[in-house]
């Protein structure tokens, strides 16, 4: 006989046994668990037998728990009720229709909370709630988070946009500056964004990528991209904008791009899909992701 992975009774006789002790009665235990009063005296009998200890008093209207008996049902209950509160999780989660996304400051603000607006049109019964942080680890209650990186194989992800990297100012800054071509760029202040975990991509890197000298002019350092979008809108400094998360800064003439060059991003947002995460946070990966099959399907 194989050997059981835990030195156990069967779990027959302490579903009966946890019956019986709850009701103080083989009676009760018996319609409770839609078996005969016998058959539930002979789980406890043998219950018994393997323990070498008698559990119940026997009398002539019911059963009493003697010491030992109180002392196995203490810790019978308490294992059945922490198996009970895991399995009610487990299936509240599968059919509960809210959905927790992570998601940095910047992607909320600039790219999803937009797009939420519309999808609850199409799917009021579908809650979202958002986990908004720019630490990139999403909490253990997640079901879905929206990353930066290379594209990670499997169904479990969903591109979600790449776009252009551009260097962007005011109007006014440009003015000031005189700022026509990536020389003059260079020696204008640039408004850094250190985003502690998060590989964006730094000025350096897109000098770099557009084969532009380092820069000569003065800068400084802000820890969030949307304060950094801001500060460029008070004529600040120029600074680096992803073409999808620039809210309608650029459409308004809040920001304009202060040179022509710009570069592809070398990595891509997208959105993950977590373990045991419901129907609903499904529905709106694939949701999130279709403006985009869309567009490529009509060659836009």
């Known amino acids: 006989m194989a ?9 027959t006789s302490l579903a009966c046994f946890e019956s019986a002790a709850r009701h103080q009665s083989f009676k009760l235990a018996a319609a409770e668990l839609n078996v005969t009063p016998a058959a539930v005296s002979h789980q406890i009998k043998g219950l018994e037998r393997d323990l070498g200890r ?10 009493e728990l003697t010491e030992s008996g109180a002392y196995l049902f203490i810790a019978v209950q308490r294992g059945f009720e922490g198996i009970s509160d895991s399995v009610s999780q487990l299936r509240v989660r599968a059919e509960r229709t809210d959905v927790v996304v992570h998601a940095s400051t910047a992607v909320s603000a600039l790219w999803l909370t937009p797009r ?39 169904d479990a992800v969903r591109l979600l946009f790449n776009g252009s990297i551009l ?40 000098f770099e990528a557009v084969g532009a000298p380092e820069q000569e002019g003065r800068g400084f350092w802000v820890n969030n991209y949307v304060v950094a979008l801001e500060a460029a809108q008070d004529d600040m ?20 791009p202060l040179v022509p060059e710009a570069i592809e991003t070398p990595k891509d947002f997208y959105v993950r899909i977590h373990p045991d995460a419901p129907p609903a946070a499904y529905r709106l990966a694939d949701w999130l992701t279709a403006p985009l099959d869309r567009a490529a399907c009509s060659g836009g």
Request: proline letters at 8%; aromatic letters at 10%; a negative charge.
């Open 237 to 256: 400094g120029a600074v680096l904008g992803w073409t999808e998360l620039l809210g309608d800064r650029v459409a308004t003439g809040k920001l304009v």
């Open 167 to 206: 260097a962007l100012g005011s109007k006014a800054f440009k003015s000031q500056h005189g700022i026509t071509c990536l020389e003059d760029l260079v020696r204008a202040p640039l408004i850094h964004l250190s985003a502690e975990d998060r590989d964006w991509t730094r000025w350096s890197d897109w």
């Open 116 to 154: 939420l607006a519309t999808f609850w049109k199409h799917f009021p019964d579908t809650i979202v709630s958002q986990h908004v942080s720019d630490d990139p680890s999403p909490p253990n209650n997640c079901d879905l988070s929206i990353e930066y990186g290379p594209l990670p194989e499997g």
């Open 3 to 11: 050997k059981r992975p835990y030195d156990m009774p069967t779990m």
């Open 54 to 63: 008698q559990l119940f008093r026997r009398h002539h209207r019911g059963v």
